[in-house]
């Protein structure tokens, strides 16, 4: 039997969770923004053209934050063209992903959605083919009142008061040799710094005011690049004390023709936390050298599952291709897990996150052009992490086995544990990595008498169970009998063999 360690102590907190981290990502990619959040003359678009059936799953999701328009588009983007009368915007080419851009949604319709669907933007600034001066005016459009050219133009296209966006990304993935106008860490570090202090100056707050813009500098493109994380230490070096954020980027992918394909799939979550563990290592090195007292975090913003070596079926240089769309599977659905577990086992430092992406593309829904919109098996999750997994990360003490993967040992029980003082709950968030059932003692001390208030798993027998067009319900959610809670403090709990579960506590 797993034994499973949790106390309410404060020596043992590993930081306060922003709701942040259960952001997520929308990029002109594919079909995440046509057919996806945006499609007039849909039976369930209202009269901008934005799908209410979406919105509302999104909702349901708890997603609080948005980042935009890009990932890789916006090295290539030039905001101007999505602004003004959709009669008079240009067509242009998207390099990035080999399609064509009809500019048909821009900033506005884009802030626009955010305010319908209850979600603060994120916007991302060019700073591949863009410069500063782009990002200063994107900046005036968006957030300054009035009286000046850009403020009153966006006052004259589409709304009288100013948007607001208080997070800033600074470029995207600047050190990979497929960016459009990529950078060395020097160049890219003296640039985002510019910029970061022009829109600074032009904000109406200091930063340490309450409400001042924050920014989130573009750390490696991922764990796997030659220039991680010398790359991350060079631009922290250059813009510690402005930047606010360093960006994550990390993809994770099912080999079945690796030796040990079930295995190394399963460890993700083990290697998530590894590579979290770096950059927090790198941000401290870059404090500790500049002796500093100012605090920067991690932004998780791109995260996810995807089969990256899957082939795109469909031509060039059209508008909103069918790529990138995975069916996640039941395993995809328990790794996936896993992986939300790491972002709240580093709460400590994760501040913001951004699943990539939303809708469609690598994303929980999936939409049919003209059809209904589906729960992909990774809805679940984070859904229930998302609604429930609020207060603050504690560290718990397992005595789980363990297996062997490529990345070294993981955990068959990967287990994550939050604590939300003001609703006087404890959430337990277990994944079973093991291919039996397991027993699990749940031993949470100093919380009071606790009663079980819920249970829930996720199980298949078939590991590549989905949910698709035809069987949306292949892969659900059951609600389960809460356990009992013995002298008020220890829960024994049965984990069918490769399956997630939730467990909600009151005292």
Known sequence: MAKIKIFADKNLKIGDIDQNIYGSFLEHLGRAIYEGIYEPGHPAADKDGFREDVIALIRELGVPLVRYPGGNFVSGYDWRDGIGKRSERKARLD??????????????EFM??????????????NMGTGTPKDALELFEYCNHPSG????????????????????????????????ICGLDADEYGKKAL????????????????AGAVKFVVCGSCNAGMKTYPEWDRIVLEHTYEETDFISMHQYYEYKPDSKNPLEDFLGCADSMSDFIDTVRSTINYVRAKKRSRRKVYISFDEWNIWTQSAERTEPDWIKAPHILEDVYTFRDMLVFGGMMNALLNNADVVKAACLAQLVNVIAPIVTQKGGPAIRQTTFYPFRYVSQNGRGETIRSISTSGEFDTERGKARFINEAVTHDPAKREVCVFLCNYSQKAEEVELELRSFGDLTCKQFVSITSNDLDAANTFARPEAVLP??????????????DVKLAGMSWNFLRFAY
């Not at 390099?95 to 506005?108: C, K, Q, R, Y």
């Not at 050219?149 to 997070?167: C, T």
């Open 194 to 209: 510019q910029t970061m202090r022009m829109l600074r100056w032009a904000d109406a707050k200091k930063a340490d005011e």
């Open 478 to 491: 059951e609600e389960r009998e809460p356990v009992p809670v013995k002298g008020g403090s220890i829960a």
């Open 112 to 125: 626009k959605w955010c305010q319908k669907a209850g979600i603060s933007p994120m916007l991302a600034v």
């Open 95 to 108: 390099l990035a992903w080999t399609s064509v851009e009809s500019n048909e949604f821009g900033t506005d």
């Open 148 to 179: 000046t050219y850009y403020s009153d133009l966006r006052r004259k296209n589409a709304s009288e008061k100013p948007y607001g966006v208080k997070y800033w990304c600074i470029g995207n993935e600047m050190d990979g040799p497929w960016q």
